[in-house]
Nanobody, 124 residues
Framework: QVQLVESGGGLVQAGGSLSLSCAVDGSIFSINAMGWYRQAVGMQRELVAT???????NYADSVKGRFTIYRDNAKKTVSLQMNSLKPEDTAVYYC??????????????????WGQGTQVTVSS
């Protein structure tokens, strides 16, 4: 069973910085994209940033130039450095992994895992 273990987050004043980390605990055949999503109170979950196995990154327009996503394939970790934080960045942040596992008949099965979420609160 694969779990995504998140760390980081917390409370920071506007303009400050925080870093989130996510580590894969368990065995997985292959990892494609890893990323971060967030969900504010009363809002739908939205993409923050993703990084492909080849290092191609994708950011939400609202965080471009402020957030940076890092991925370590060897350690199976993904991190999110968040700078110049704004009150509207307040949300629960979730780590996500898209990959593949080997099924019962040795076929590849696409999998999608989520972390438990970590709170980021930016005060004005």
């Amino acid at each position: 069973q694969v779990q995504l273990v998140e760390s980081g987050g917390g409370l920071v004043q506007a303009g400050g910085s925080l870093s989130l980390s996510c580590a894969v605990d368990g065995s997985i055949f292959s990892i494609n994209a890893m990323g971060w999503y967030r969900q504010a109170v009363g809002m739908q979950r939205e993409l923050v940033a993703t990084v492909s196995s080849g290092g191609i990154t994708n950011y939400a327009d609202s965080v471009k130039g402020r957030f940076t996503i890092y991925r370590d394939n060897a350690k199976k970790t993904v991190s999110l450095q968040m700078n110049s934080l704004k009150p509207e960045d307040t949300a629960v942040y979730y780590c996500n992994l898209e990959g593949a596992q080997v099924g019962y008949y040795s076929e590849l099965v696409e999998v999608d895992y989520w972390g438990q979420g970590t709170q980021v609160t930016v005060s004005s």
